[in-house]
């Protein structure tokens, strides 16, 4: 029953969408600018890669309450951070090849702000250093070593994110030291969240531990404004999960909110870069990416290569996890 209603309120919202295709095909490009995009919208409104509930959840309260996307995004994926059980971020994610867990984060906001931690070693909660990046300095961006010098000067608690599971594992795989990353193998990972709060602005974050086993100093898609986030508050939100590398390469996200812009759906957006992917890589099989996007009107898509990625939504009218159609 959820469910039907949340589809039956997201085809309404198809409405307001149509007539701003309609105005963007008017030759008046001042017209075009100024279509109603948000008639009808869903407000608040909360998705997030794969099914993480807990971290839904925890969105869904902030903004129930009435606070605002950046929080709500925020504490959201701060609860994927800190469960040791996730193995693709924060605390308890995989390690590199070397045995250290670093963590990239990004987040950005309603007005175009956004901040991002790379390679950033001894501190779970990266995003909310992102946060602080964003807001209490004149950068977008601090590494390694810097960004945790920045965290111990905002009294981030340092701790040992390599946990005794993480850390056997890694053991196991040194063993062979074969670098190939398996499909799916996050079920509940690496985390971009995207929301709309009541007020209709839009925030998202993204959080991660990375490639499990990459080498030292790498750094994927999810920390980089573009490619594993992004937000664009009169149009639409996307963030990304999987082989980052492969994102990078298309700045996936930029993608998907440049595609609605013109008018695409978000899940036809989502499809339209998951296709600039696998166009031409003879490697596609190999490889996982998964997209998911929301517009100004709440509409949602997701995207993805591999069957097996799911996303989840939050929303007055239900909360589920939905199984994402994908390339092959
Ligand atoms: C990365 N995109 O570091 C991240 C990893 C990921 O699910 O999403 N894993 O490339």
């Known amino acids: 029953m959820q469910r039907r209603k949340f589809l039956q309120k997201s085809s309404l919202s198809t409405a307001a969408v149509l007539s701003s295709s309609i105005l963007s095909t008017c030759k008046n490009e001042k017209a075009k600018a100024a279509a109603p995009l948000v008639a009808n919208a869903i407000k608040p409104i909360v ?13 869904w309260q902030v903004l129930e309450k009435g606070g605002n996307a950046l929080d709500a995004v925020e504490a959201g ?17 995989r390690p590199d090849r070397e045995g250290h867990v670093t963590l990239d984060a990004c987040i950005m906001d309603q007005h175009g702000n956004c901040g991002a931690v790379v ?29 945790e010098q920045f965290a111990d000067e905002k009294g981030f608690e340092k701790e040992t994110l390599l946990t005794e599971k993480s850390r056997m594992e890694w053991l196991e ?4 030291s074969k670098y190939e990353p398996v499909i799916n193998i996050e079920n509940h990972d690496t985390i971009g969240m995207l929301a709309i ?4 602005d839009i925030c998202g974050a993204c959080t991660t531990s990375g490639m499990a086993y990459k080498m030292a100093g790498r750094v994927g898609d999810s920390p980089i404004v573009g490619s594993g ?17 492969e994102v990078v390469k298309t700045v996936g996200s930029f993608l998907v909110v440049e595609l609605m812009r ?6 036809s957006a989502c499809e339209e870069a998951v296709n600039r992917i696998v166009k031409g890589n003879p ?44 390339y092959l």
Request: aromatic share 8%; charged share 20%; with cysteine.
């Open 77 to 93: 994926v701060k609860v994927e951070e800190a469960d040791v059980d996730n193995q693709s971020v924060g605390k308890g994610g």
């Open 197 to 200: 709060d009541a007020q209709g």
């Open 119 to 147: 390679y950033l070693k001894n501190i779970t909660h990266a995003v909310s250093v992102a946060r602080k990046v964003m807001e209490d300095t004149p950068h977008v961006m601090l590494a390694g070593e810097g960004a």
């Open 47 to 59: 998705i997030a890669t794969w099914n993480v509930p807990n971290a839904t959840t925890k969105a």
């Open 173 to 176: 795989w040194k063993k062979e």
């Open 283 to 326: 490697n596609f099989k190999d490889i996982q990416v998964g997209y998911i996007a929301i517009n100004k009107n709440g509409q949602t898509g997701g995207y993805c290569i591999h069957p097996g990625f799911s996303y989840r939504v939050y929303s007055e009218y239900g909360h589920e996890n939905i199984e994402s159609n994908s």
């Open 262 to 267: 013109q008018g695409r759906s978000p899940q």
């Open 229 to 245: 986030l992004f937000i664009d508050n009169e149009i639409g939100g996307a963030t990304a999960t999987g082989q980052g590398e």
